[in-house]
């Protein structure tokens, strides 16, 4: 057996309690070595087919009721904070940082290989935002690379769920040619320079208690102004979406949004109507075309972190994905 390019450093109690271990792994970056962690729901009993959990830009793994959720079901839940996010941010890389969105897909290899090695045999990919791009660029990889010669043993994916993908850039089906051409040539001609946002952003003030939101999730990892958003950066996700529709993904597909998109608004209760970050129809428009066993879900009121949204929303958002497990017999 080859061994693996990372390794573990550490595990710990993680800092949502008891109930969830937090495994840190050291791996090969682009320029140096980073850590990636690796977040493990505890159940009472073990289960050979779990959730991985990849979170947004900007962001990181907070929900904790999603562990207990899906342990009712009979699935084990594990979620990354990938390099550079969250529990995973480091003094020699900048946050949110990377060099090309393909770095990440070793975060996703580790998280694979430590699931397998803890029981799990198949494995469904829950990928919010950013998180759903990064996830479905891997997965298209996978049809045409030689990652299973590494002789690494991994679970079988057998599905993906998208919450809110970030599959085009958030412009109307009619603007998002033009734009995108136009973004490309700007970022391309400026790849050092960074945006920094001088304000709050209306989605912040939607989610986080300290504003108008319940949610209390650490804002040193996940601000409410941002961190600066870098042009090279925003060039890498062009450049991926871009790839990600030339591929075809045959994997069984969910993908869930909001009805309507709010970004274009100014008020939060506006904001709070929809999707505050993306736009719908380009997002549909997207997945139509990569995913070749897709089921779309429209989530009437739901913010652009389905599970963000009120309860009553983010319980229509949680019993789609049961409905959807239970369709393709993964319960």
Not at 36 to 46: D, F, I, T
Not at 57 to 64: S, V
Not at 69 to 92: E, H, M, T, V, W
Request: aromatic content about 12%; overall charge neutral.
């Amino acid at each position: 057996m080859v061994t693996p390019p990372w390794c573990l450093l550490d595990s710990q109690v993680d800092l949502l309690g008891k109930d969830y271990l937090c495994h840190t792994y050291r791996l090969p970056g682009p320029v140096t070595m980073v850590e990636s962690s690796l977040v493990e729901y505890l159940p009472a009993m073990p289960a050979r087919t779990a959730i991985l959990y990849m979170h947004g830009y900007t962001d990181y793994f907070f929900q904790g009721d999603l562990g207990p959720f899906f342990a009712k079901l009979g699935l084990g839940f594990f979620a990354l904070d990938l390099q550079g996010y969250g529990r995973s941010i480091r003094p020699n890389t900048p946050p949110n940082w990377c060099d090309s969105l393909s770095q990440y897909h070793m975060d996703i290899r580790m998280a694979l290989a430590h699931m397998r090695s803890a029981g799990i045999e198949e494995v469904v990919i829950l990928a919010h935002s950013t998180g759903g791009l990064i996830a479905s660029s891997y997965l298209a990889k996978q049809y045409d690379m030689d990652a299973a010669n590494e002789q690494i043993p991994y679970p079988a994916i057998r599905g993906l769920i998208l919450n809110s993908p970030f599959l085009a850039l958030p412009f109307s089906p009619k603007l998002q040619l033009h734009m995108t051409r136009l973004i490309w040539w700007v970022v391309s001609a400026l790849p050092f320079h960074q945006l920094r946002a001088d304000k709050i952003s209306t989605y912040a003030r939607t989610i986080h208690r300290r504003f108008r939101g319940e949610w209390d999730y650490r804002l040193d990892w996940k601000p409410a102004h941002g961190f600066p958003l870098s042009f090279h950066w925003l060039k890498q996700i062009i450049f991926s979406q871009r790839d990600l529709l030339k591929q075809r993904i045959p994997l069984p597909t969910l993908m869930c949004h909001s009805k309507r998109s709010t970004l274009r608004q100014h008020s939060v209760e506006a904001v709070r109507q929809g999707d505050g970050v993306l736009d719908v129809e380009s997002m549909k428009g997207a997945a139509g075309m990569i995913f070749q066993n897709l089921t779309q879900a429209e989530i009437d009121g739901g913010f652009h972190d389905l599970y963000l949204s009120p309860e009553p929303i983010r319980e229509r958002y949680l019993s789609t994905i049961e409905r959807w497990l239970n369709q393709q017999i993964l319960l």
